[in-house]
Antibody, heavy 122, light 113 residues
């Protein structure tokens, strides 16, 4: 059974860079059938898609965050990571890692990690 | 970006009664090449991640009972819980995957009267 688990700091200072890692078990991030991505959810709000990658080489990002976001991959550990720079209070949210299908099979997130709460505060 | 608008923001329904949630997209999410609506619904309970409930606008994910029904096409979609149960208390979100960036609605909170 596929499982995704986020890890990283719960507290980040303003202007600093957030780094989160997602460890995947029960499936391979090297599969070209899927995209692996990040979604965040601020308190009381709907989810916001950050971006994703496919092992086939496609890495779409949300244009609203693109200048600050990098998603990287470590296939040896079956992990992928999110880096978000220049953090502000508006970036305080629960960050989820997810699996998505490719476009034609349905790009909706069908598996989610439990989430990692990140608070931006000095 | 495609904007997803849900209504109402919250809904209070008696046990066994029907709950209806609406979702409207700012542009059509019906793809002409396969005649599919690129729309999903999620259920989120407190302290949990969203859980995929419906995809392709009307296909129910395994594990969810058939009291969850979804319909619609183009820009207007509906999620109906035909007989509300206590375990259905949650926030429900619609989401389009027709174009990037993926976008979600603001959510509808369903509570028991």
């Amino acid at each position: 059974q596929l499982q995704l688990q986020e890890s990283g700091p719960g507290l980040v200072k303003p202007s600093e860079t957030l780094s989160l890692t997602c460890t995947v078990s029960g499936g391979s991030i090297s599969s070209t059938d899927y995209y692996w991505g990040w979604i965040r959810q601020s308190p009381g709000k709907g989810p916001e898609w950050i971006g994703s990658f496919s092992y086939s080489g496609n890495t779409p990002y949300n244009p609203s965050l693109k200048s600050r976001v990098t998603i990287s991959v470590d296939t040896s550990k079956n992990q992928f990571s999110l880096t978000l720079s220049s953090m502000t209070a508006a970036d305080t949210a629960v960050y989820y890692c997810v699996r998505q299908g490719d476009f034609w099979s349905g790009n909706y997130p069908d598996s989610w990690g439990q989430g990692s709460l990140v608070t931006v505060s000095s | 970006d495609i904007v997803m608008t849900q209504s109402p923001d919250s809904l209070t329904v008696s046990l066994g009664e029907r709950a209806t949630i609406n979702c409207k997209s700012s542009q059509s999410v019906l793809h002409s090449s396969d005649n599919k609506n690129y729309l999903a619904w999620y259920q989120q309970k407190p302290g949990q991640p969203p859980k995929l409930l419906i995809y392709w606008a009307s296909t129910r994910q395994s594990g969810f009972p058939d009291r969850f029904r979804a319909s619609g096409s183009g820009t207007d979609f509906t999620l109906t819980i035909t007989s509300l149960q206590a375990e259905d208390v949650a926030v429900y979100y619609c989401q389009q995957y027709f174009s990037s960036p993926l976008t979600f609605g603001g959510g509808t909170r369903v509570e028991i009267k």
